[in-house]
């Protein structure tokens, strides 16, 4: 939307000089959402975004940043207000590390400009185009037992509401109970206009990626929690194969490991050259990165149980020659390429804590429990999924509307599943969103109930069953 905005020919305004451009349709990243809005503002100042909330012309009006949310949370046909060009950083504090700024600045324009002063962000969701504001309202998260999602690093934070005045300023110690619930508000207490974000000094990571089977998981997972800064699994859906991927930050001082060459990228992706030429052997696959090869993989046949298991199998085969390690800042670490086009289903849910050391004998924590179960209904029920499913881990939010609500050391889990689009007719993507759609459903029947699971606010879907749609109402 942001993009859309900034080259708007902008036709029509209210009379305090706030201008939109004509109604248009307004699309997300994954062209999975679309929205015929009647009006996009895109105010240049505080003040002109004070007066357009504040003017009282308006029924509805929605913030938007870069429009990147799978359910394109912000998404109103009445009305939507652009925060991309509201984008300065206002502020670097290097003795307290922190910054303060517009909500509109983007996650990737602010790591570089933090980076002079020796800080960064604690945390990174997997891509970095985000906006600042849309990146702490909806609670997004990256991976880390002991890392809260990003909401928890907001120290401050100013908020416009239509009922006037010069707008919220909302601390920990100002207004603390409002200020939990803004911090992951979601836009619906006002509109977020500045932050003042908790950096941590710039650092970097040793990553590690390797391969494991479920049961060698279920018996190290205890430790390697407990042993890395950041974890993420990666399981791939009818295969014995799960991607550990792993980092620790360096320590001052200590010399960076040597890294050894692996194999070559040729090398790593022949399993799916090898497979696209024997079911698509009119499509060459020269040049072809993984991420390509996977996608005309699964354009051949998106919904065949057996097409997508062979595909799995192959995307399993390409991680096992994919092990090896690396060492970067930790922005370029975290960050990490989501595929193309996709529908994904985010849910988070409390797994215990990690200040107790679980005995040996102890049964699974819930986290992998989930797991098992959810491999064996895709199993079951013979779900055409797509690879991966991601397992992250977050600390509790403080934050009462965050997905991961609970005190700091709580431990909660996050899980998403995921059917890529690799088509561009409509038919085929239709038919893939409806098997989406009884994909995620399945899971909430089987498994939603007993885990208390809960979605992340940029993917969850509103109900058009009217049962289903009261039970979702009463679990927000």
């Known amino acids: 939307a942001t993009l859309y905005v900034a080259r708007a020919q902008f036709v029509d305004g209210v009379d305090d000089g706030t201008f939109a451009s004509e109604s248009s349709t307004v699309e997300n990243w994954s062209g999975t959402k679309r929205v015929e809005c009647e009006k996009v503002f895109a105010p240049e100042t505080e003040e002109e975004l004070r007066r357009l909330v504040q003017s009282g012309r308006f029924s509805k009006l929605r913030p938007v940043g870069s429009a990147l949310s799978?359910?394109?949370?912000?998404?109103?046909?009445?009305?939507?207000?652009?925060?991309?060009?509201?984008?300065?950083?206002?502020?670097?504090?290097?003795?307290?590390?922190?910054?303060?700024?517009?909500?509109?600045?983007?996650?990737?324009?602010?790591?570089?400009?933090?980076?002079?002063?020796?800080?960064?962000?604690?945390?990174?969701?997997?891509?970095?185009?985000?906006?600042?504001?849309?990146?702490?309202?909806?609670?997004?998260?990256?991976?880390?037992?002991?890392?809260?999602?990003?909401?928890?690093?907001?120290?401050?934070?100013?908020?416009?509401?239509?009922?006037?005045?010069?707008?919220?300023?909302?601390?920990?110690?100002?207004?603390?109970?409002?200020?939990?619930?803004?911090?992951?508000?979601?836009?619906?207490?006002?509109?977020?206009?500045?932050?003042?974000?908790?950096?941590?000094?710039?650092?970097k990571l040793v990553e590690y990626t390797w391969t494991a089977t479920p049961e060698e998981i279920e018996k190290k997972h205890e430790i390697w929690l407990r042993e890395y800064q950041h974890i993420r699994y990666m399981w791939i859906p009818h295969?014995?194969?799960?991607?550990?991927?792993?980092?620790?930050?360096?320590?001052?001082?200590?010399?960076?490991?040597?890294?050894?060459?692996?194999?070559?990228?040729?090398?790593?992706?022949?399993?799916?050259?090898?497979?696209?030429?024997?079911?698509?052997?009119n499509v060459d696959p020269a040049d072809m990165n993984f991420?390509?090869?996977?996608?005309?993989?699964?354009?051949?046949?998106?919904?065949?149980?057996?097409?997508?298991?062979?595909?799995?199998?192959?995307?399993?085969?390409?991680?096992?020659?994919?092990?090896?390690?690396?060492?970067?800042?930790?922005?370029?670490?975290?960050?990490?390429?989501c595929g193309g086009q996709q529908h994904v289903l985010e849910v988070a849910f409390p797994v215990g804590d990690l200040e107790r050391e679980r005995p040996e004998a102890a049964p699974?924590?819930?986290?992998?429990?989930?797991?098992?179960?959810?491999?064996?209904?895709?199993?079951?029920?013979?779900?055409?999924?797509?690879?991966?499913?991601?397992?992250?881990?977050?600390?509790?939010?403080?934050?009462?509307?965050?997905?991961?609500a609970g005190t700091p050391n709580s431990l909660h889990s996050w899980v998403g599943i995921i059917m890529y689009l690799p088509t561009d007719v409509q038919a085929e993507r239709d038919a893939i969103t409806n098997a989406f759609k009884a994909y995620g459903a399945k899971e909430f029947d089987e498994l939603g109930d007993k885990y208390e699971l809960r979605t992340h606010w940029a993917k969850i879907e509103l109900e058009t069953d009217p049962e289903r749609l009261k039970k979702q109402r009463e679990k927000i």
């Open 70 to 203: 799978p359910n394109g949370v912000a998404f109103e046909k009445r009305g939507m207000l652009s925060m991309g060009l509201l984008d300065k950083v206002l502020e670097v504090d290097v003795e307290k590390k922190q910054v303060r700024l517009q909500a509109g600045a983007r996650v990737r324009e602010v790591v570089e400009h933090l980076r002079p002063y020796g800080l960064t962000l604690q945390n990174y969701a997997s891509i970095r185009e985000q906006q600042m504001g849309g990146f702490t309202q909806v609670g997004a998260h990256g991976t880390g037992a002991a890392i809260p999602p990003v909401d928890e690093t907001v120290v401050e934070m100013k908020i416009i509401t239509p009922r006037g005045g010069d707008g919220l300023r909302l601390s920990a110690e100002s207004e603390p109970d409002m200020f939990k619930l803004a911090k992951c508000g979601v836009g619906a207490l006002g509109v977020v206009s500045e932050l003042t974000i908790q950096c941590v000094d710039a650092h």
């Open 239 to 281: 295969t014995e194969t799960v991607v550990v991927v792993a980092s620790n930050p360096l320590t001052p001082g200590e010399r960076e490991p040597r890294i050894r060459s692996g194999m070559a990228e040729k090398r790593r992706v022949e399993p799916l050259v090898r497979l696209l030429k024997e079911v698509a052997p």
């Open 291 to 337: 991420g390509q090869l996977r996608d005309e993989l699964l354009k051949v046949n998106p919904l065949d149980v057996e097409h997508v298991k062979l595909v799995n199998a192959a995307e399993a085969e390409f991680w096992k020659r994919s092990s090896g390690m690396r060492v970067d800042w930790s922005d370029q670490i975290l960050g990490f390429d």
């Open 364 to 404: 699974l924590r819930a986290d992998l429990q989930f797991m098992r179960e959810l491999r064996e209904m895709i199993v079951k029920y013979q779900i055409p999924a797509h690879a991966p499913i991601e397992q992250r881990w977050t600390s509790g939010s403080s934050s009462p509307m965050s997905p991961a």
